[in-house]
């Protein structure tokens, strides 16, 4: 299964609201947790988008055209930050339209990506290990 990483891009967020957090710990930590996630096996799409909906809207078209997707990760300052409603509305909404029957995900950092995944979906390759052969 292929799995949309969406959230906000590190230069949209507010971070007054996140003390001790800037852009380059936070870009850190996504580049880290995708590629775990390409580690475990996970076969993501990253698309990150700017706090305007209608911008991001359309890169969210964006990369589902370039690449169909079957499930989202929809990260956390994308949905919880109350100034980021309509912005998660219209993605869900759209999400909804463009992949009928898309699987959400939804993580609470980019640290806890790999668990959200793990309850949503499985890894779209698995090495085999000795016992596997």
């Known amino acids: 299964m292929v799995i949309l990483s969406l959230g906000l ?3 949209a967020l507010d971070y007054s609201r996140h003390p001790g957090l800037d852009e380059a710990t936070l870009t850190a930590r996504i580049t880290a947790a995708e590629a775990a996630l390409h580690q475990a096996g996970f076969d993501i799409v990253s698309c990150q988008v700017s706090a305007d909906p209608d911008e991001a809207e359309a ?3 964006e990369c589902v055209v370039a690449r169909p997707v079957e499930g989202v990760m ?5 949905r919880t930050a109350p100034e980021h409603t309509l912005l998660f509305e219209r993605a869900v ?4 339209r463009l992949v009928p029957g898309i699987v959400f995900c939804f993580n609470t950092s980019p640290e806890t990506t790999i668990e959200a995944l793990r309850r949503c979906t499985r890894p779209a390759r698995q090495d085999l ?3 596997s052969r």
Not at 93 to 96: E, F, Y
Request: charged share 10%; hydrophobic share 35%.
């Open 9 to 11: 891009h590190p230069s």
């Open 59 to 61: 890169r969210i078209r």
């Open 74 to 78: 929809i990260g956390a300052g994308l």
């Open 93 to 96: 909404n759209l999400l909804n």
């Open 129 to 131: 290990g000795p016992q």
